[in-house]
Structures are given as structure tokens and as C-alpha cells.
């Protein structure tokens, strides 16, 4: 099983660092592979507390490559509940790869574990006959302080759903759960990393500039 490591999330913030400076990104120091994706950015902010920036990828398995660049790119710039990220921010920002691992039907909305299981959930919005679906990633529920029903409740309103949720809708999901590999790395160390595992290269400059670490 291949698990998410720091040249994976090296080659996203390469993504956006080429992406604001007009270059073209170096090659990944990683082997292709099919798996399914997910690419978090976060910002540091005033008081040392993390504010998310983006959180888009992919349940289906698709190329680790080209779909950690799409979504390192999609996640920064187009994830529509934010603005997107600007050059200005890089020094403040962490990102997060994760792939997606052990997928597998759960018996109820309860039959999942926080911290350890991601979940997906599908049902049918019974006021428009639409529908629904959403995920969170393992890790949400547990940096949250949610129970298991505020996380499956948080996630229906995620989905879309805004009518009045009821024990008996609870029971109606289809969930699916499933588990991650995780691999984090903040901007100061992946400018050190430039530094020194590509032979003496500089910090990256964006339009002229070198961004200043905190």
C-alpha cells in the first residue's frame, strides 16, 4: 500500500509555487500510482492556530501525479467557501496529502470510529427528492471535538440537506468509512527542504520576491 510521504506534499507546494511565479515545476521525487486523493491547505494565523484554506480531491483513484497538482492547484485557488489563497500567504500555509485507504460499507450511522475512520454518506433529502452526499476526512470529527452524531449531523448539512434531522433520517444513510495516510509539511519546512535537497537551490521567489518566513 502506497502511503503519503513528504516528497508528495513537496510537489504540491511546488504546484503553487510555480503556479504564482510562471515555472515550471520540478518532476516528483515519487512513483505514479492510482489512489484516491485529497489535498488540505491551511493557514496559520495571529494566535498559532490553523484556519483552513482549501480541502478538495478525489473518492475515486486516479493518477497520484497529475491529481496531486490538479487538486494542490483546485484547493488553493478554486475551493468555492474561500478566497483564493494569494502569493503573499505561502509563508503561513501547511498542507496535508492524504490517500484514501481501506473503503468498506458501515452497519449504521454510529459503526465508525473518530480519528480513525473518513465517511461518506448518501441518502435522499426527503423534502426535494434529491440526492445527497458528503465526506470528512478521518481526521475532522476528532480536530472538531464532535461526537459521532454531531460529526453525521455536520455532514448532512455539508451535503446540502437543511430540513430537520431526525433519528429515523440518521438510519436511512448509507455510509461508507474508510481510513488515510496523512503526510504534513509547513512552508518553512518545505523552503528549507529546497534548500538543501536540491543542491544549495534558493528559496522560492515569487514575482521577485521572497516571501518571508514566520
Known amino acids: 500500500m502506497v502511503s503519503a510521504n513528504r516528497e508528495m506534499v513537496v510537489y504540491c507546494f511546488d504546484s503553487l509555487v510555480t503556479h504564482y511565479?510562471?515555472?515550471?515545476?520540478?518532476?516528483?521525487?515519487?512513483?505514479?500510482?492510482?489512489?484516491?486523493?485529497?489535498?488540505?491547505?491551511?493557514?496559520?494565523?495571529?494566535?498559532?492556530?490553523?484556519?483552513?484554506?482549501?480541502?478538495?480531491?478525489?473518492l475515486e483513484a486516479r493518477g497520484l501525479i497529475s491529481g496531486l497538482k490538479d487538486y494542490a492547484l483546485t484547493s488553493a485557488l478554486r475551493d468555492r467557501r474561500f478566497p483564493p489563497v494569494q502569493a503573499k500567504e505561502l509563508p503561513y500555509l501547511e498542507c496535508t496529502v492524504s490517500l484514501l485507504t481501506e473503503y468498506e460499507s458501515a452497519l449504521n450511522y454510529l459503526d465508525w470510529e473518530i480519528g480513525k475512520h473518513g465517511?461518506?454518506?448518501?441518502?435522499?433529502?426527503?423534502?426535494?427528492?434529491?440526492?445527497?452526499?458528503?465526506?470528512?476526512?478521518?481526521?475532522?470529527?476528532?480536530?472538531?471535538?464532535?461526537?459521532?452524531?454531531?460529526?453525521?449531523?455536520?455532514?448532512?448539512?455539508?451535503?446540502?440537506?437543511?430540513?430537520?434531522?431526525?433519528?429515523?433520517l440518521r438510519k436511512r444513510l448509507r455510509i461508507t468509512r474508510y481510513q488515510s495516510s496523512l503526510c504534513t509539511m509547513h512552508y518553512s519546512d518545505y523552503a528549507t527542504h529546497v534548500k538543501t535537497a536540491r543542491d544549495g537551490a534558493p528559496h522560492p521567489i515569487i514575482n521577485g520576491v521572497k516571501p518571508a518566513l514566520r
Open 119 to 168: 465517511l461518506i454518506i448518501e441518502f435522499t433529502d426527503p423534502d426535494y427528492n434529491t440526492r445527497r452526499n458528503g465526506t470528512y476526512l478521518p481526521e475532522v470529527a476528532a480536530n472538531e471535538g464532535w461526537t459521532k452524531m454531531e460529526a453525521i449531523d455536520s455532514l448532512m448539512r455539508k451535503a446540502g440537506y437543511n430540513g430537520v434531522i431526525t433519528e429515523s
Open 21 to 58: 511565479n510562471g515555472e515550471q515545476a520540478p518532476p516528483p521525487a515519487f512513483e505514479d500510482g492510482q489512489h484516491p486523493l485529497f489535498v488540505t491547505w491551511k493557514k496559520a494565523i495571529n494566535d498559532g492556530d490553523l484556519r483552513l484554506r482549501g480541502c478538495i480531491g478525489t
